[in-house]
């Protein structure tokens, strides 16, 4: 519950993605059970996925709202969003592991993710899924300006970055398996 206000806090900010931190929450907690983690790990996972862009709150509407790219120095400020969000979560007694689950959802196993570019051996499992969940959740997802990609071509994307070394190999199998077996029971239509 705590979860969702948190979630809707951030979403509200931004109509454009205005369902991206439940979505990644719920995908993030539906991938957890299917891995077989526990219930409880699960139910963390899903606090994790809401709270994830919580750092965003600390960025500037005009760069999160912006049409179009943004420019380089844009970019860079974006970036802060994850290392706010580390720091946010810092501050909730008894809260490292989620903090952590949360806020490394843009490093890559190679160690060219931010905001800390860790590397593979310093992310564990749930961290290595919220990033993948992310990136899913964000490609499948309709904003005012594009539909959502299907399920099987946001697979395909996700493996094409486990293939350059960024995403967990084995964790982009699982998703296509998690969420591909969902996708024929919904009989969503493909793009
Ligand atoms: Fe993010």
């Given at each position: 519950m705590t979860g969702e206000i948190f979630a809707w806090i951030v979403d509200y900010k931004s109509p454009f993605t205005s369902t991206h931190s439940i979505g990644v929450a719920e995908d993030a907690e539906k991938l957890s059970r299917f891995m077989g983690f526990d219930e409880e790990t699960s139910q963390k996972m899903y606090l994790a996925g809401a709270l994830?862009?919580?750092?965003?709150?600390?960025?500037g509407n005009e760069i999160i709202e912006k049409p179009g790219r943004l420019t380089e120095d844009e970019f860079a400020v974006m970036k802060h969003h994850a290392a706010y969000t580390y720091y946010i979560l810092n501050e909730?007694?008894?809260f490292d592991e989620m903090r952590d689950w949360a806020a490394f959802?843009?490093?890559r196993l190679d160690g060219t993710?931010?905001?800390?570019?860790?590397k593979a051996e310093e992310l564990n499992t749930q961290e290595r899924i919220m990033a993948c969940v992310d990136i899913y959740q964000a490609l499948t997802e309709s904003r005012p300006y594009k539909k959502g990609m299907s399920y099987k071509k946001a697979c395909e994307i996700l493996e094409d970055m486990a293939g350059k070394g960024w995403l967990d190999t084995e964790i982009t199998v699982q998703v296509d398996a998690c969420f591909g077996s969902m996708e024929n029971r919904n009989s969503k239509e493909e793009n």
């Open positions: 994830h862009d919580i750092g965003k709150v600390a960025i909730i007694d008894d959802h843009h490093e993710g931010y905001p800390f570019g860790k």
